[in-house]
C-alpha cells in the first residue's frame, strides 16, 4: 500500500471513498514513530472491539460514528475527536457512513 506524497497539501476526505458494505482504509504515512490511516464506514459497518499497545486519535471527518471505550459510548460526528487509550478495549461503529483520521503514535 503507497502512503501519501509529502509536501502536497492533503483533502483527507476525498482521499478515501466510500464502498458499500465495507471499510475502506488508505495509509497516509507510516513511519517507526506512527502511523495516520484514512477509514470510510458504510453506514452500520465497524471495527469489533480490540485493544492496541498505543494510544490512538480518532477524528471524524464526516458522518457519524459510535466509539466505545472500556465498555463506554461515545457518539462522535464530523469535527469531533477522541484518544482511544492504549491497552483499553475499543470498538467503532457507524451511526450513518462516516470517515476518520487514525493517527497512532508508537512512545
Same mark, same amino acid.
Given at each position: 500500500? *503507497?502512503?501519501?506524497?509529502?509536501?502536497?497539501?492533503?483533502?483527507?476526505?476525498?482521499?478515501?471513498?466510500?464502498?458499500? +458494505?465495507?471499510?475502506?482504509?488508505? =495509509?497516509?504515512?507510516?513511519? @517507526?514513530? +506512527?502511523?495516520?490511516?484514512? $477509514?470510510? $464506514?458504510?453506514?452500520? =459497518? +465497524?471495527?469489533?472491539?480490540?485493544?492496541?499497545? $498505543?494510544?490512538?486519535?480518532?477524528?471524524?471527518? @464526516?458522518?457519524?460514528?459510535?466509539?466505545?471505550? *472500556?465498555?463506554? !459510548?461515545?457518539?462522535?460526528?464530523? +469535527?469531533? /475527536?477522541?484518544?482511544? !487509550? /492504549?491497552?483499553? !478495549?475499543?470498538?467503532?461503529?457507524?451511526? =450513518?457512513? $462516516?470517515?476518520?483520521?487514525?493517527?497512532?503514535?508508537?512512545?
Amino acid at each position: 500500500m *503507497s502512503t501519501a506524497p509529502k509536501s502536497e497539501v492533503l483533502k483527507f476526505a476525498e482521499m478515501v471513498g466510500y464502498q458499500e +458494505g465495507s471499510v475502506v482504509s488508505r =495509509q497516509i504515512t507510516k513511519e @517507526e514513530a +506512527g502511523n495516520v490511516t484514512l $477509514f470510510a $464506514f458504510d453506514k452500520d =459497518q +465497524g471495527l469489533s472491539e480490540h485493544t492496541a499497545p $498505543f494510544d490512538a486519535l480518532v477524528h471524524v471527518l @464526516e458522518g457519524r460514528a459510535q466509539v466505545i471505550i *472500556s465498555d463506554k !459510548p461515545y457518539d462522535l460526528q464530523a +469535527g469531533d /475527536a477522541i484518544i482511544m !487509550p /492504549a491497552d483499553e !478495549p475499543h470498538a467503532l461503529k457507524a451511526i =450513518q457512513r $462516516f470517515k476518520m483520521l487514525l493517527t497512532m503514535i508508537r512512545a
